[in-house]
């Protein structure tokens, strides 16, 4: 039964949305609170759960402590509103013009104000009273009259977090499960690799067993972003650093930056002018005690699907916009047949699009679509039934594609296709134990071993799982259950399941 477990924790993950669970704010509001201990003219101090915000006057931070291990070797996290960036330089005593530490009805909040040579600013760390643990940092500024920013005021090199001993970044133990269990075949979350996350991940994730005693999750509200890249120019990639060790980034990044990570506020491409005051950072720290093990995922993965739906009430939703799809659809036949026409030739679909094309044309009754549908069938020769050397995902898909489209709409074309691939992928399952490498020759040899693609063993589970409906034969069943053992010895990709398909995890669950 743990497997079973284990992939329906993995499909929770798939699926998370903003309210997957609204007992987890609930039952941390039950734990210590959230109010101010320390109001003085040179310390503040809240507690929030089982954590310390501070500000001490001359400092460049606001420090982050477990409560009763703040003296614990000396180490405490850090969270600098816009990363210390020097063209703002936030804490500069000679620019600071007040700080406050107040509470309202719902979040007790430590400001920063002041101004330089071109804006005034405010970094505004809130800690919401309903949700003990949880931090908000924002760093706001607006451009003086007259003036515009240096034209490269975020340079992208000051991450926001980091830890300190004494006035030294450190780099503590940490746990990081985006990195995957150990053994686990990392495929896309490797740096350097052509066909890895670029920018690693729009989160941070990980546990801290030695400062904190806690897990440690970072949300960035990039919506609430958005007039800031309107008006800079930039974009959001790689604006979350990795801390050291995770993901294979470097102690010392690119830039030379060592012991920062988290958000780091985009380079902007133009100089931002006077007018409105403008967002430029808005990151949610969410911090809960504990710290599982890398060979715990059904616990971290719980707790990043808690930690999502405790930030969901507090962060802005883009506005929905709500289209009259038929009419779009059938504006974009008429362009197809438009084409057709120009190029004298017949219009070739993907088979991921004829699915959609005759599910379309089925519901709506279209004409157009119909006869843009005219001799598709000939796309399904186009799907090959032998593993040639390239990516074995574009080799098991198209079948998995042809299967599905030839059940849904009785079409013999794919069903023929479908059904002629069996007895090779069976050759391919077995030749290469179920791992699938991301290039292998027609004949096995030379396989591309140095990355193997965790996706194609599921997708192998769900195709067998298909065979064996369409033909009952046992050979399929049993080839699926020792694929799917193989898949469970492969290890939890945390990061992968950001960005992969859930055939994988939904064969499993079917098995």
Not at 447 to 470: I, S
């Amino acid at each position: 039964m743990e497997r079973y477990k284990f992939y329906y924790v993995l499909i929770t993950v798939l699926l998370v949305t903003g309210s997957v669970s609204r007992m987890a704010a609930q039952q941390v509001a039950k734990s210590t609170g959230v109010h101010i201990v320390t109001n003085t003219a040179n310390i503040y101090k809240v507690v929030t759960g089982d954590y310390t915000v501070s500000y001490k006057t001359g400092a460049s931070y606001f420090s982050i402590h477990r409560r009763g291990k703040e003296g614990l070797q000396g180490k405490f996290f850090t969270l600098q509103p816009g990363g210390g960036n020097k063209e703002v330089d936030v804490f500069n005593p000679s620019q600071i013009s007040k700080f406050t530490c107040a509470g309202n009805g719902s979040n007790i909040s430590l400001t920063v104000t002041g101004k330089n040579s071109w804006c005034t600013y405010s970094a505004i760390v809130s800690l919401p009273k309903n949700n003990p643990g949880l931090i908000n940092s924002k760093l706001m500024i607006q451009v003086l009259p007259g003036k515009k920013s240096p034209a490269d005021v975020f340079k992208g090199q000051y991450p926001e977090l980091a830890y300190v001993q004494g006035k030294a970044k450190v780099s503590p133990r940490l746990t990081y499960y985006f990195n995957s269990t150990p053994h686990a075949f990392t495929y896309h979350t490797i740096k350097e690799d052509s066909a890895s996350i670029p920018d690693f991940n729009q989160f941070l994730y990980f546990g801290d067993d030695e400062v904190l005693g806690s897990t440690v999750q970072q949300y960035v509200d990039f919506t609430s972003l958005n007039d800031y890249y309107k008006q800079s120019g930039t974009v959001i990639f790689n604006s979350v650093r990795q801390p050291a060790g995770s993901l294979a980034a470097a102690a010392e990044d690119e830039q030379g930056n060592t012991g920062t990570f988290g958000f780091d506020i985009p380079e902007s491409h133009k100089a931002l002018i006077a007018g409105k005051p403008l967002l430029v950072s808005n990151s949610w720290l969410i911090l809960k005690s504990g710290s599982p093990k890398i060979n715990e995922p059904t616990v971290y993965c719980k707790r990043f699907a808690e930690g999502v739906s405790t930030i969901y009430d507090h962060i802005q939703k883009p506005e929905h916009k709500f289209y009259d799809w038929p009419k779009i659809v059938e504006q974009g036949y008429q362009s197809l047949v438009k084409l057709k026409k120009e190029h004298n030739k017949q219009i070739l679909f993907h088979q991921a699009n004829m699915g959609s094309i005759q599910r379309y044309n089925q519901k709506f009754g279209s004409p157009t679509g119909d006869a843009l549908m005219a001799n598709s069938d000939d796309e399904w020769n186009r799907v090959q039934t032998k593993l040639p050397y390239g990516d074995a995902w574009q080799y098991l898909f198209p079948l998995i594609m042809a299967g599905e489209y030839g059940n849904e709409f009785n079409n013999e074309a794919a069903r023929k296709v479908f059904l002629a691939g069996a007895d090779n992928v069976v050759l391919a399952g077995q030749k290469l134990n179920y791992v699938f490498p991301l290039r292998i020759k027609a004949d096995f040899s030379n396989p591309d071993n140095w990355r193997n693609q965790y996706d194609c063993t599921g997708a192998y589970v769900y195709l067998m799982l298909m065979y064996h409906d369409a033909t009952k034969k046992q050979l399929y069943l049993d080839e699926a259950k020792k694929a799917g053992d193989r898949l469970l010895k492969m290890g939890f990709e945390f990061p992968f399941e950001f960005t992969t398909t859930a055939l994988g995890p939904l064969g499993m669950i079917r098995l």
